[in-house]
């Protein structure tokens, strides 16, 4: 076909014609994708803003329903402690009056604590708007928070406001009434997205401690989402020193994966963490009530110790997930632990270590709660992943069920004396909790096992030491995993028990009922029988643990297999993380034997979690920086500012820090940066060969 | 002198800090009961620790001038340094107080007697020797195999009758009466070490003799039971309770020769 080039279609396209209707089509488009993107920017804010009111009027709901059943609870039961005051009086018992007109009361505040949250707080909440909680636990802060405020009554919250049973009075983490606390510089009490509530006693470590309300744009991007925490803060200026705030920051990135540690920053001046908020009593203060309520000299009765060994058994799991994570809590003791919504909670993260850390052992902890051997190693100069920390904490959390079942201290460490009657299998796992070092309990998950057992038997005096799962050699999986076969294979009454171990975790009625009907207080002979049955379906779960056992040792070989190629293909290394339940000495021998970082970059293939000294490489900013040595690698510090950190404080040059490795035997520095499950290894400084 | 006396008082001079652990860890406690006791209340657990940590800080910085030679029992010239210590914590207080200046207490008159009616220094001495069993004990509790020591501890320490402890490990009575004979072999060996490392003379060195211990396998179980049924009994001071590095690491020795 052919155009003719003056016709007027033609003339159209002419240039000038051309070019309107381009920069026609492209401001069309360009509209087009201005619009667009408004309606999706609108679209999102919709969106979050629905998402954020759904959740604040779902957790409104709970919140509220919550509140009304505890009231009614309370209300309910309130007359039968004032009803019970009154007729004590009546037959001249005053101080055991006393204490239960205290309780009524206590029970009329709650009641109207509940309803205030409920009909204000809550409804407010969900349009913003914060209400001061009226609670007589928690005080105003000082300065900015609350000027003018009156200083603050003694104040007894995060650990319970009962009192300290006799032997432990003297401890003075449990009878703290702070000073007015100074604050010069003004800005150690002011948090951003953090609502100051009211402040804690102090701990050892001289940090100040608060109570504080997530804003709510904050609270959504915490982990479970809570409507307090509690806020640690070293500032500088208020006397912490940069050891102490190293020394605090060094587990925080492997605190935070198992959930210990919510929220961190580090300012110029100051850093601070927020940790989950509990409020309840200490086990040393529940166990000196349980105590005071039988008699000094009669022991606990077996409703009593169900109760605390469940405790205990919690607690033992918790530091077995701590071990799994590769550290150690290193100051387990019975003021460490909170008895919250019928669950124990381990709290004071500030020694908690890395297994694998290459510094020094300190001698930090608590006297009688503490390991000697830990103190012997650390005036040797034993590096923290030349022992296994979590024997330390085994001996520690043997000595606080000495503590519930005595109420009392460890005076004398494993040869402590029973004075108090008490189940021997219960003794037993005390003594072999804290026995020597190489012959205590090897893992946290074998004493749990044990306590485990206790837990489950018919009576505790009927669990003899000769039948724990420890002392039969049985596999301690065979106790933590009972579930799977007891579910399925067991009748009604098992099914329960194994139920009370399953709920454990999620603390619910399933597990109140279980340990009911299936606990030593039970009420039938014939549940009682089918609960001390279950335990007899172990072989059951033996085999069934035993089956996948195999079935993923199948599968690591494999990995293993495949990781050797990489090892051998060239620029290729594979660094290895303890496997759980390995000691750290042999992990350490182990690594070092197969570690070979090669000069160069290359890819590394991290198995399972890679525990570098102090942190798990997250993100680029958090690479970790290693030492090669002439056998195998050694962590230096956590990051760029540690490492920056670490020249101010021996005061000097990084370069005569690396000097000082050169002069060691060190072949150089490299940065691990992750990338995604691997990592890139990059030299930062080749310093000699 | 048994070699091992001069080795050990060797290791605390080379400032072994793993020596002076040992020392702490053994007569620390019996220190701290007798502060607690001279200061009839007045001074808390606190205060008794500060000062048997103030004790072994001068006992650092003294060890260069003890002479064992010389036939002073050890746990005495302890003893005379912890009554100058506990003498210049009650100046201090008194010091401060209306009077202030004037001895309170005299060091030559010593604590005052027990209600017992034993002197003092006879408690004292009494303690420092079942301080010296408990530390045998718990040597050979680590090195020991757990069960072993868990049956010698349940039939001997508990006095729990032989057929019962089989019962309860699960085994039989002829393994009971095994192990026990096996950890008490043991015991006398590392008594009779532990008496030597820390013991000067000659009359300590016999304690071991008077208090039954060299008698036959039953009297010599018995001694042992009594003995710690005492010494471990009821906890005499509080926890700390408090997260720290204090107590041992806190002492501050004098570098080594200072006089």
């Not at chain 1, 915490?222 to 060094?250: D, N, W, Y």
């Not at chain 1, 195998?632 to 040059?653: F, N, Q, S, Y």
């Not at chain 2, 926890?239 to 204090?246: H, L, Q, R, V």
């Amino acid at each position: 076909m052919v155009v003719d080039p003056f016709s007027p279609a033609r003339c159209a396209l002419s240039p000038f014609g051309s070019d309107f209707g381009v920069i026609g089509t492209v401001l069309a488009i360009l509209l087009g994708l201005f619009l667009a993107g408004v309606a999706i920017m609108v679209l999102i804010v919709s969106v979050r803003f629905v998402a954020v009111a759904v959740g604040r009027i779902i957790a409104c709901a709970g919140g509220i329903v919550g509140d009304l059943i505890t009231a009614v609870v309370n209300l309910a039961v309130a007359p039968f402690s004032l009803a019970r005051a009154l007729v004590l009086l009546v037959i001249g018992r005053f101080r055991e009056a006393d204490r239960s007109a205290e309780r009524f009361q206590s029970r009329i505040v709650e009641v109207g604590m509940r309803l205030w949250s409920a009909v204000v707080q809550r409804p407010l909440r969900i349009a913003g708007v914060r209400v001061p909680p009226r609670r007589h636990s928690l005080v105003p802060a000082h300065g900015p928070v609350g000027p003018g405020a009156p200083p603050p009554p003694p104040l007894m919250a995060h650990r319970g406001a009962a009192t300290a049973p006799p032997p432990f009075a003297a401890s003075p983490r449990s009878t703290v009434d702070p000073p007015p606390w100074p604050n010069p510089a003004g800005f150690s009490n002011s948090f951003p997205g953090y609502e100051i509530e009211g402040r804690l006693p102090s701990g050892g470590s001289g940090a100040r401690l608060f109570v504080a309300a997530p804003e709510p744009a904050k609270q959504v991007l915490l982990p479970g989402t809570p409507s307090r925490v509690v806020i640690k803060s070293f500032a500088i200026g208020e006397g912490s020193t940069l050891p102490q705030i190293i020394r605090e920051s060094r587990s925080l990135d492997a605190a935070k994966s198992l959930g210990l540690v919510l929220d961190h920053a580090l300012e110029p001046h100051r850093f601070w963490y927020a940790m989950p908020h509990f409020v309840g009593p200490t086990l040393t203060e529940l166990v000196g009530q349980r105590h005071r309520a039988l008699g000094s000299s009669r022991g606990l009765d077996s409703r009593s110790l169900r109760e605390l060994v469940s405790l205990m058994a919690d607690v033992v799991e918790n530091l077995a997930k701590f071990h799994r994570g590769g550290l150690w809590h290193k100051d387990v003791k019975p003021d460490n632990i909170i008895v919250s919504a019928g669950r124990a909670h381990l709290i004071d993260v500030g020694l908690v270590t890395p297994l694998a850390s290459t510094f020094t052992l300190t001698t930090h902890g608590t006297e009688y709660f503490r390991d000697p051997e830990m103190v012997r190693q650390a005036l040797r100069g034993t590096k923290v992943h030349q022992v296994d920390g979590a024997r330390f904490d085994i001996y520690s959390a043997g000595a606080v069920l000495y503590s519930v079942l005595e109420n009392t201290f460890p005076a004398h460490g494993a040869l402590s004396r029973f004075e108090r009657p008490s189940p021997e299998s219960l003794r037993w796992i005390v003594r072999r909790a804290m026995a020597d070092y190489h012959r205590r309990y090897p893992t946290m998950d074998e004493m749990l096992a044990d306590l485990r057992f206790v837990l489950m038997a018919k009576s505790p005096d009927a669990a003899l030491p000769a039948q724990l799962p420890s002392m039969r050699g049985a596999d301690p999986a065979s106790m933590l995993e009972p579930r799977l076969e007891l579910n399925s294979i067991a009748g009604a009454a098992p099914r329960a028990a194994a139920g009370a171990v399953r709920d454990r975790d999620a603390g619910g009625p399933v597990r109140r009922f279980a340990s009911r009907w299936c606990g030593w207080g039970g009420r039938s002979a014939q549940t009682k029988g089918a609960c001390w049955k279950s335990t007899m379906w172990s072989p059951w779960a033996t085999a069934a643990v035993a089956v996948v056992a195999i079935a993923v040792g199948i599968l690591k070989s494999d990995r293993g297999s495949r990781s050797h190629e990489r090892n051998s293909s060239g620029n290729r290394a594979v660094v290895h993380a303890p496997a759980a339940g390995e000691s750290t000495s042999r992990a350490t021998r182990r690594r070092a034997e197969s570690t070979d970082l090669p000069e160069g970059s290359g890819p590394v293939l991290v198995e399972r979690s890679l525990m570098l000294s102090n942190t798990i490489p997250e993100s680029a900013e958090s690479a970790a920086m290693v030492a090669i040595g002439k056998k195998g690698w050694t962590p230096i510090v956590d990051d760029a500012e540690a490492l920056a950190a670490l020249a101010t404080l021996a005061g000097r040059e990084p370069e005569a820090i690396q000097a000082e490795l050169a002069r060691r035997g060190y072949r150089g520095l490299v940065r691990l940066e992750p990338r995604g499950e691997r990592v890139h290894v990059r030299p930062v400084s080749f310093i000699a060969r | 002198m048994h070699p091992i006396t001069t080795t050990f008082v060797d290791r605390l001079r080379n400032r072994d800090e793993s020596a002076w652990f040992e020392l702490w860890e053994t007569f620390g406690p019996v220190i701290r009961a007798h502060f607690a006791r001279w200061g009839r209340g007045a001074i808390g657990p606190e205060t008794a620790r500060d000062l048997t940590q103030e004790t072994l800080a001068q006992l650092a910085g003294a060890i260069e001038r003890f002479d064992p030679e010389r036939g002073v029992r050890f746990s005495t010239w302890l003893l005379s340094i912890a009554r100058h210590i506990f003498g210049d914590e009650v100046d201090r207080r008194m010091a401060g107080k209306r009077g202030g200046g004037r001895r309170a207490f005299s060091l030559d008159a010593g604590p005052p007697a027990s209600s017992d009616g034993v002197a003092p220094d006879d408690e004292y001495e009494r303690r420092i020797f079942r301080a010296k069993v408990m530390a045998a004990i718990r040597r050979v509790e680590s090195t020991s195999d757990f069960l072993g020591f868990q049956v010698w501890q349940t039939r001997v320490l508990d006095g729990v009758v032989g057929r019962e402890v089989a019962e309860r490990i699960g085994t039989s009575e002829p393994t009971v009466s095994r192990h026990v004979a096996r950890i008490r072999d043991r015991l006398r060996g590392e008594l009779a070490r532990t008496i030597s490392e820390y013991s000067f003379t000659e009359e300590e060195s016999r304690e071991a003799e008077r208090a039954g211990l060299a008698a036959s396998d039953s009297a010599f179980d018995a001694a042992i039971a009594e003995i710690y049924r005492v010494e471990a009994g009821a906890p005499s001071v509080s926890p700390d309770g408090a997260s720290d590095s204090k107590a041992w690491s806190s002492i501050r020795f004098p570098p080594r020769g200072a006089r």
